[in-house]
Every structure is written in C-alpha cells, then in structure tokens.
C-alpha cells in the first residue's frame, strides 16, 4: 500500500509542479497588481524521467475592461507560441477542471463585457538557440574584447622597452600606456583654444536630465546608442555655423533665429500631430510609447535646441575670454534667479501640463518644444557664472577631481549602463514593490555596477584603442585655434 502511494505521488508529482509553476491570482488587484507572473524556474525544472518533453514558460497576455494583463502558463516545450495561443482562446488550459486563467479580473467590476480568456502567448524555452547569426555576432563580440586586449600587451611591451632605452626630459611623465593609468596625458586636444569645445555635447545631453526619461526599443541591439547619430550630426552642423561667425556676426544672430525657430515648430507640431505626451508615461498605450520614441524623442531636430545653446555660449565665452561681462554682483543675483526658476518650472510644469485630454494640448506642444532648450540655457549659466566667478558653493563643487575621472569612464557608462538594468530586470522572476527605499537602493547598485563595468571598459577597450592609433598614425599636429 505505501508502496503504490508512491508510486502514485511520483506519477503526478510533475503535474502538480506544473500547476504550481503557473501564475495565481494574487492580493492588491485594486492597487495595479493584476499580472500573475507564476515560477519561471520552476516550470523549466518539469520534466518526464526520460526527457521526453521538458516544461516551457509562456506569458499569454490578455486584455478584459480596458486592462492589459499577463498569466503567466507552463507547458510542454513541444507547443508553440500559436499552439498556446489557441488554446487559450479555447480555455483548455486546466488542471482538474480549474481554468490557468481563472478567476478573471470580471469579480473587481461591476459592468464585465469582455471574456477571460483568449490572448497572446509569448513563449521562453529557457537558453537561447545559437543560430549562425548568433554566432557571428559572439565570434565579434570576442574579437572585438582580443583585439585592443592584445594591442594593450603590445603598447605596454612598447612603452617598458622605451623606459629602459631612455628616461623622459625634465622629469615629465611617460605617454605609455603600459601600467594603465588615469592620469591626464599632455595632448594636442587639450590646448586652450578647443578646451572650450568639451563642454558642447555635455549641454546638448542637458536637455535629457530635465526628467527621469527613459529610452527601450524592442527588438534592437542597443537601442540606447540612438543618441550617438544624432550627436555626430550635431557635430557636423558646428563648423559651418562657427564659419559663419568667422563671416558676420549678424548673419549668425539671423542663422541661429532660424535654426532655433525650427527647432522649436517642428517639435511643437509633430506633438500636435501625435497628440503626444509630456512624458511616456508607463501607463500609454504601446502604439502611444512608440510614437513618442520614433516621432519626437529620437529625432535630432528636436534636440537641436539645447546643442545650439551650448555651441552660442561656447562662441560668446571664447571671443569674450579676457572681459569681466559680470560687472556687478546684482547682475549676477539676478543671473542666479532666473536659472534656478527656469530649473524648477522646468520640472514642475512637466507635472503640471495636462496629458489626459482628449484633443491634442497646446500646453504640452509649446512645453515639449521649450523645455529641453531652456533647461540647457539654466545650465549654461551655471558654466558662466562659475567662469566669471560667481558660480560659490557650485563652482568649489563642480571643480572637484572626481568629476574628471568620472567623465573618462562616462562613454562607457552610458553604453553599458542600459545592460545592467535590463539584466537584473530580466532576471526577476517576481514583481517588484515600488517605494522609494526599494528605488534608491536600486539606483545605487546600478550606479555602483555601471561606475565598475565602465572603468574595466574604459581600460580594457577605450583607453587601449586610443593608444593603439596614437602609436599607429602618431600626434597630431598642433594647429592654433582661431575662429
């Protein structure tokens, strides 16, 4: 008798894992926790003793009341998405005549029209299949980390026989890179003519910072580097408005009018025209996320504004470099005032601009045409007034030495920093709470994670790169900037 007990346990224990393994209905629905995600593991973890199928993790996202929500299902790897598909809009997913997707979210309202079941199902086997296009992709990733790898033992190997041979003149410091430092190397890209031109693209990204905004594309390889086509772009655009200067200071005043002017009408319309938010909020529609991301967010003639500013400021700053243009601390006080207000207008109006209506808002088209420009110019005073002298506690803050190694590592920050998040987020197998405790700590492990990948990057791959075509194409020659 205990024998056939367990006979009997072992025969249906793996579907009992599998009904465990599926997402239940859980506390807090009127809160927002409507998804059931279930056990990713342990639906992976079923198998049959001979392996003749193994469990597949699907999420079947359903739609009832105006409510997007997903269930999450296991089932055997055999089935395809489509299969599951269909037989979830045939609820024939039960175990002992209880529905996988049941009790539906029709018991917290009063009027339900729509049925529970019937969705999309997206399936997860588990580990990834390594097609040829995988494959490819992996061997230059490798090649890619061997190579400025190999190029690092090189110029060490290089620059250790040059110390031997002969010790460098009056006591300066060597420019190789074998010992991998973080010291300032003396360059010709840091003379005093173009040291002014660093800052451009920091105020072009300013416009960014205004809000917590946040950037995913599905179904692209770092979609976050979008940013990187508009900056060349940007870049490229310079030298023909700093020409112009060299021509006429009022055709320059006229040429930044105009290219303001469109900035600001081609944001504020495509907005008109979208009926596009402030923000993308988490709760817009998929087609609504995408629109702002394609339309507007992405767009370099909606971030001209802000590159602008800083490229004006560069050109005001350099040809006044030996002026005192602050006279008088009042002028600087009201300098002050305005910056810090537009700063917190700024953020407050983004709080404050209606994106709810039904017809598309003036308020937010003239907010999203406005906003980024405006936060560049508060922060270009910042820079200014910390150059004429007026700039106190910020300008003794700004000037710490921490900042310049955080900017060495910054390039690789921000193309890793995305990775970092969508790894921990993509191994979660359970909500997350949101409160600010749980937020800040997040944010401080991601900042912490990033800071320590982006110097192994900077190191490994940057800084070797770099010295690789420095050693191979040599300096460059040291031409005076002159406008």
């Not at 991998?180 to 890209?189: A, F, I, K, Q």
Request: glycine share 8%; aromatic share 12%; hydrophobic share 45%.
């Amino acid at each position: 008798m205990i024998t056939e007990k367990f006979s009997f346990a072992d025969r249906f224990s793996k579907c009992f894992i599998v009904y465990d393994s599926v997402g239940k209905l859980g506390s807090n629905i009127l809160g927002g926790n409507v998804d059931r995600l279930g056990s990713y593991s342990e639906c992976l973890s079923t198998h049959t003793p001979s392996w003749s199928f193994q469990g597949q993790y699907c999420k079947i996202h359903l739609l009832q009341d105006g409510t997007d929500y997903s269930v999450g299902v296991c089932v055997p790897d055999s089935c395809a998405e489509e299969d599951v598909t269909v037989m979830s809009q045939l609820d024939i997913l039960r175990f002992r005549n209880a529905s996988f997707l049941a009790p539906s979210l029709s018991l917290f309202t009063m009027n339900s029209s729509s049925p529970s079941g019937g969705g999309m199902a997206r399936c997860a086997t588990g580990l990834f299949p390594l097609d040829a296009f995988a494959a490819v992709c992996l061997f230059l990733t490798l090649l890619g980390l061997v190579l400025p790898l190999a190029g690092t033992v090189y110029v060490a190997a290089r620059g250790w026989a040059s110390d031997h041979r002969a010790s460098p003149a009056h006591g300066t410091h060597s420019a190789t890179y074998g010992s991998l430092p973080l010291r300032e190397m003396e360059r010709s890209e840091q003379r005093n003519g173009i040291r002014w031109a660093g800052g451009l693209a920091h105020l072009s990204r300013s416009g960014a910072l205004s809000r917590g905004e946040r950037v995913t594309f599905a179904n692209l390889c770092n979609g976050w580097t979008w940013y990187l086509a508009n900056d060349f772009q940007f870049h490229l655009a310079a030298p023909a408005i700093v020409a112009v200067r060299a021509k006429s200071k009022h055709v320059l005043l006229l040429l930044g009018a105009v290219l303001f002017l469109a900035s600001f009408i081609a944001t504020a319309l495509l907005t008109l025209a979208h009926d596009l938010p402030v923000a993308a909020p988490s709760e817009a529609s998929e087609n609504v996320t995408m629109l702002y991301f394609s339309e507007y967010y992405t767009k370099p003639y909606c971030r001209f504004g802000p590159f602008l500013v800083g490229l004006f400021l560069s050109i005001f700053m350099h040809q006044n470099h030996q002026g005192v243009i602050l006279k008088t601390k009042v002028q600087a006080l009201l300098g002050w005032i305005c910056s810090l207000s537009t700063l917190f207008a700024v953020v407050a109006l983004a709080y404050a601009v209606d994106d709810t209506s039904v017809t598309p808002s003036a308020a937010a088209a003239l907010y999203q045409a406005l906003h980024r420009a405006l936060w560049a110019a508060a922060v270009g005073w910042v820079v200014f007034a910390c150059q004429e002298g007026y700039g106190g506690l910020a300008n003794r803050l700004l000037s710490c030495n921490i900042w310049g190694f955080l900017a060495k590592i910054s390039y690789a920050c921000y193309l890793i920093h995305p990775i970092v998040i969508i790894l921990y987020n993509g191994l979660q197998e359970t909500l997350i709470h949101y409160s600010d405790t749980n937020m800040f700590y997040l944010f401080s492990g991601h900042c912490v994670l990033t800071f320590i990948t982006g110097l192994a990057l900077t190191l490994f791959i940057e800084r070797p790169c770099q010295e690789l075509k420095r050693c191979l194409l040599g300096s460059m020659p040291k031409v005076p900037w002159t406008f």
